[in-house]
């Protein structure tokens, strides 16, 4: 019963400096999410993916890609890490509409 | 500015008392979700309100959607320590996509034993 799995749990990067969060699901849902949390701000939306093939922008998207590999793994990539970056990411996904979303533990990111 | 707003942002009660948490947005939502996330986890779903004016309840928690599904509140009843923890609620906005879901800043609550 894995859910959803994220690595790594934790990383530090030097400004500028590039990285791959990686994210999988074995629940063959539908849709997968990347979310950044930070003090009193809830988690805000960076980026979704409907459906395989497919990835939209959420709510925080400047400074970050995404990748729908396959259904099963959706990664975020930063390009060139910035100090506003320093956060905690959250992969999640769900199945089909007003289902729950399913959430992984957790990237913690600093950037220095 | 955040679609969803939540109030209060802290909250430090007595085990024993009870409490409200508010989300509140200005657009509508065709549904409304309730998270609870403890530290260092992710969030977990405890209800999803669907129809506006529906009302649920989860053992000593109640859930309410407004009528007119731009706002949901969150009662609990003789709060216990284990309540403790960031209460979220999320949705995606009636003229977006279903699959953008977004959340409010959430509430923090401590139950003091």
């Known amino acids: 019963n894995a859910g959803v799995t994220q690595t790594p749990k934790f990383q530090v990067l030097k400004t500028g400096q590039s990285m791959t969060l990686q994210c999988a699901q074995d629940m063959n849902h539908n849709s997968m999410y990347w979310y950044r949390q930070d003090p009193g701000m809830g988690l805000r939306l960076i980026y979704y993916s409907a459906s395989e093939g497919t990835t939209d922008k959420g709510e925080v998207p400047n400074g970050y890609n995404v990748s729908r590999l396959n259904k099963r793994e959706f990664s975020l990539r930063l390009e060139s890490a910035a100090p506003s970056q320093t956060s905690v990411y959250f992969c999640?996904?769900?199945?089909?509409?007003?289902?729950?979303?399913?959430f992984g533990n957790g990237t913690r990111l600093t950037v220095t | 500015t955040q679609l969803l707003e939540q109030s209060p942002q802290f909250l430090s009660i007595q085990e024993g008392e009870n409490l409200t948490v508010y989300c509140n947005s200005s657009?509508?939502?065709?549904?409304l979700q309730w998270y609870r996330q403890e530290p260092g986890e992710g969030p977990v779903l405890l209800v999803t309100?669907?129809?506006?004016?529906e009302v649920k309840k989860l053992k000593r928690l109640t859930f309410q959607f407004g009528d007119a599904r731009k706002d949901s509140s969150l009662h609990i009843t003789a709060a216990q320590p284990g309540d403790t923890g960031l209460y979220l609620c999320?949705?995606?906005?009636?003229?977006?996509?279903?699959?953008?879901?977004?959340f409010g800043p959430g509430t923090s609550l401590s139950v003091i034993p």
């Open positions: 309100v669907v129809t506006g004016g």
């Open positions: 999640a996904s769900r199945g089909f509409e007003d289902s729950p979303l399913h």
């Open positions: 657009s509508v939502f065709s549904s």
């Open positions: 999320a949705g995606a906005p009636a003229k977006t996509s279903y699959d953008k879901v977004i």
